[in-house]
Structures are given as structure tokens and as C-alpha cells.
């Protein structure tokens, strides 16, 4: 077997994938008939919509395959797929040598034929593949791979309009709907998996006086700075988000409240060098509650982010106080 090799632009190229927000999401109908309608054009049993991350390949629509939702990278044919501009095609795998012994065709799903073609973000980054398998040999010749891209171009554009509608624009970090859809998944994989995790709600402190002394225009850059010294901040498995305004929120999955805390610290740290080195006439400064989601007594997205908010507003009442 043949392992597949990483692409050379491999880092901006997983940095563009995770900046999605697609990852881990449930699957949606929008994706699902996409490969509904390859499995009918092309007669084949299964179609995938395949994203390659560091050590995967993911689907987030997998028409045919219903008991799979991930398989390793180091197995995947996607993975060699998105070395190419064009249609990666294997018309017998048992007859190729870099696949013939691949664990994938030896046993489940027992893959004979493949045809995949790289999807691209806006910016031609390859993402993944719009990819059809089956059991049995078969040829594929130029009309089939004129269908096969016009298909792979709907998903594209289906990527791109999930961002912007999951992405916050001054930002570029989850908005409402995006983490919602986001963390609704990580506490489920938490329950699942038995692992606790801790929201922290976070509201900016004295913000309107930035916007009421220095502009609107500079109350928007202070908003996009203060998120890009989350995501520099944060773990890359924690979801950031926008909520609106001056809102802000994180899910820590794999992190209890008292880890958390330690990183909210690491944050803190690094807003102050931020405020230091920045000089802009204010501070960026925040309040935060703290919730631990309890695998075992599971409350729902919209029951952490109320109680955090609850939390997060003592603490500001109380440093008004002060």
C-alpha cells in the first residue's frame, strides 16, 4: 500500500478547512443531495463528500455509507486525490499496486472503483473530494468527468455559503448560528466519550466609551483584534464565537472548569501584552462566567450559554461595584 503524500501548502491548506466550521457538523441536506444525485447519475452505491483533515478523512455527506463517518488519512484515497487539479480515478484498485492491499478494499467497504475530484475553497486551497466508489471495476470516460465536476462545483459553492452563514464577518470566528451548530456536536462527542467540558461566556468591559470617543470604525477594529488574540489564544480544539456585539463565547471541550480557568488566564496574559504593545488611547478588557458541563447531567446549548451569561453579569456588576 501506498500511503498518500501531504500537499505542500498542507498548513494554510488544514488552517482554510478548519476556518470553515464545517468539521464535525451534522449532516445537511444541502450536502446530501448532492451525493444522492451522483449516486443516481452514475449508478454507483456509495458517494462521499470527503474533507481531508491533519489525520482523516471526514464526510460530511456520505450517500450509501451510512455506518462510517470517518476513516484514517494514512488509508484514504481522498488523500491522494487532492495532490492533483483533477479527477483522481482508480478504475480497479485490485490492479493497482499502491492500492491493491489498502485495508479499505480488502475488507469494508471492499472499494474496487474510485473517482475523485478535489474541492476547492475561493481561494483553490483543496479541501477534500466529491468522490464515487464502488464495489466492482467500471470505466469512467469524458462525460462522466464533465458530470463529476459540475457536481464537485455545487459542494463548492454549498462550502462557501456554509462560512457565511456560520462565520461572523468582522471577525472570523463563529457566529450564533455557527457555534450552535458546532457545539450542539462537541457536547454531544463529550457525553459520548465521557468528558467534561466548560463554557465561558465573555463580555467586553467599557466598550462603549470606545466607540463613543474614537468611532465606530475603531470600536470594529478593537472587536476583530480582540478575536484574533482569542484564536491566537485558545487551544485549537476550543470554539470560538461572536454572539453579537460585544459578546463573545468559548466551549473548552475536554477542559473542566478549573482548566479552564487556567487558560482563561493564558488569555488574560495575552491581551495584556496586546494592550501594551498596541498603545490605541484604551484597554481591552473582559468579564467572564465559567460553566462546567456535566457529562453524566447533560444541559443543552442554550442552558450553558444562559447560565454563563448569568455568571459573567455578577462579575461585571461586582467590578462596577468596585
Given amino acids: 500500500m501506498v500511503e498518500p503524500g501531504i500537499p505542500l501548502n498542507e498548513t494554510s491548506r488544514i488552517a482554510k478547512l478548519r476556518s470553515l466550521n464545517v468539521l464535525d457538523t451534522p449532516p445537511e441536506e444541502r450536502f446530501d443531495r448532492v451525493t444522492r444525485m451522483a449516486r443516481r447519475l452514475f449508478g454507483v452505491p456509495v458517494a462521499l463528500v ?24 494514512n488509508v484514504s484515497f481522498c488523500g491522494h486525490a487532492i495532490l492533483g487539479d483533477d479527477i483522481f480515478l482508480i478504475r480497479n484498485a485490485l490492479a493497482d499496486e499502491r492500492f491493491a492491499d489498502n485495508p479499505l478494499v480488502t475488507s469494508a467497504p471492499h472499494i474496487r472503483f474510485y473517482a475523485g475530484m478535489p474541492l476547492r475553497s475561493a481561494g483553490g486551497v ?46 472570523a470566528i463563529s457566529n450564533r448560528r455557527g457555534f450552535l451548530q458546532l457545539a450542539e456536536y462537541g457536547l454531544s462527542f463529550c457525553v459520548r ?56 463565547v468559548v466551549l473548552l471541550t475536554g477542559a473542566n472548569e478549573q482548566e479552564a480557568e487556567v487558560v482563561i488566564q493564558k488569555f488574560c496574559l ?19 462566567g465559567l460553566v462546567e458541563f456535566q457529562p453524566s447531567d447533560p444541559q443543552s446549548v442554550e442552558g450553558l450559554l444562559a447560565a454563563g451569561d448569568a455568571k459573567m453579569y455578577l462579575l461585571k456588576a461586582a467590578k462596577r461595584r468596585h
Fill in 50 to 73: 470527503s474533507l481531508v483533515d491533519e489525520n482523516r478523512q471526514w464526510f460530511k455527506s456520505r450517500s450509501g455509507l451510512d455506518d462510517v463517518t470517518e476513516t484514517p488519512r
Fill in 270 to 288: 495575552q491581551l495584556h501584552d496586546y494592550n501594551a504593545q498596541a498603545r490605541r488611547g484604551y484597554d481591552l478588557a473582559f468579564s467572564s
Fill in 126 to 171: 483543496k479541501l477534500g473530494t466529491l468522490c464515487l466508489l464502488d464495489t466492482k471495476p467500471r470505466d469512467f470516460d469524458a462525460d462522466d468527468a464533465a458530470a463529476l465536476r459540475d457536481l464537485a462545483a455545487m459542494v463548492e459553492d454549498e462550502l462557501e455559503a456554509f462560512q457565511t452563514a456560520t462565520t461572523d464577518e468582522l471577525t
Fill in 193 to 248: 466519550h465521557h468528558q467534561p467540558a466548560t463554557l465561558a461566556f465573555i463580555d467586553l468591559d467599557g466598550f462603549k466609551p470606545v466607540n463613543d470617543k474614537f468611532g465606530h470604525a475603531e470600536g470594529d477594529f478593537a472587536l476583530a483584534k480582540f478575536a484574533e488574540v482569542m484564536r491566537n489564544s485558545f487551544r485549537s480544539t476550543d470554539l470560538c464565537a461572536r454572539m453579537g456585539g460585544d459578546e463573545f
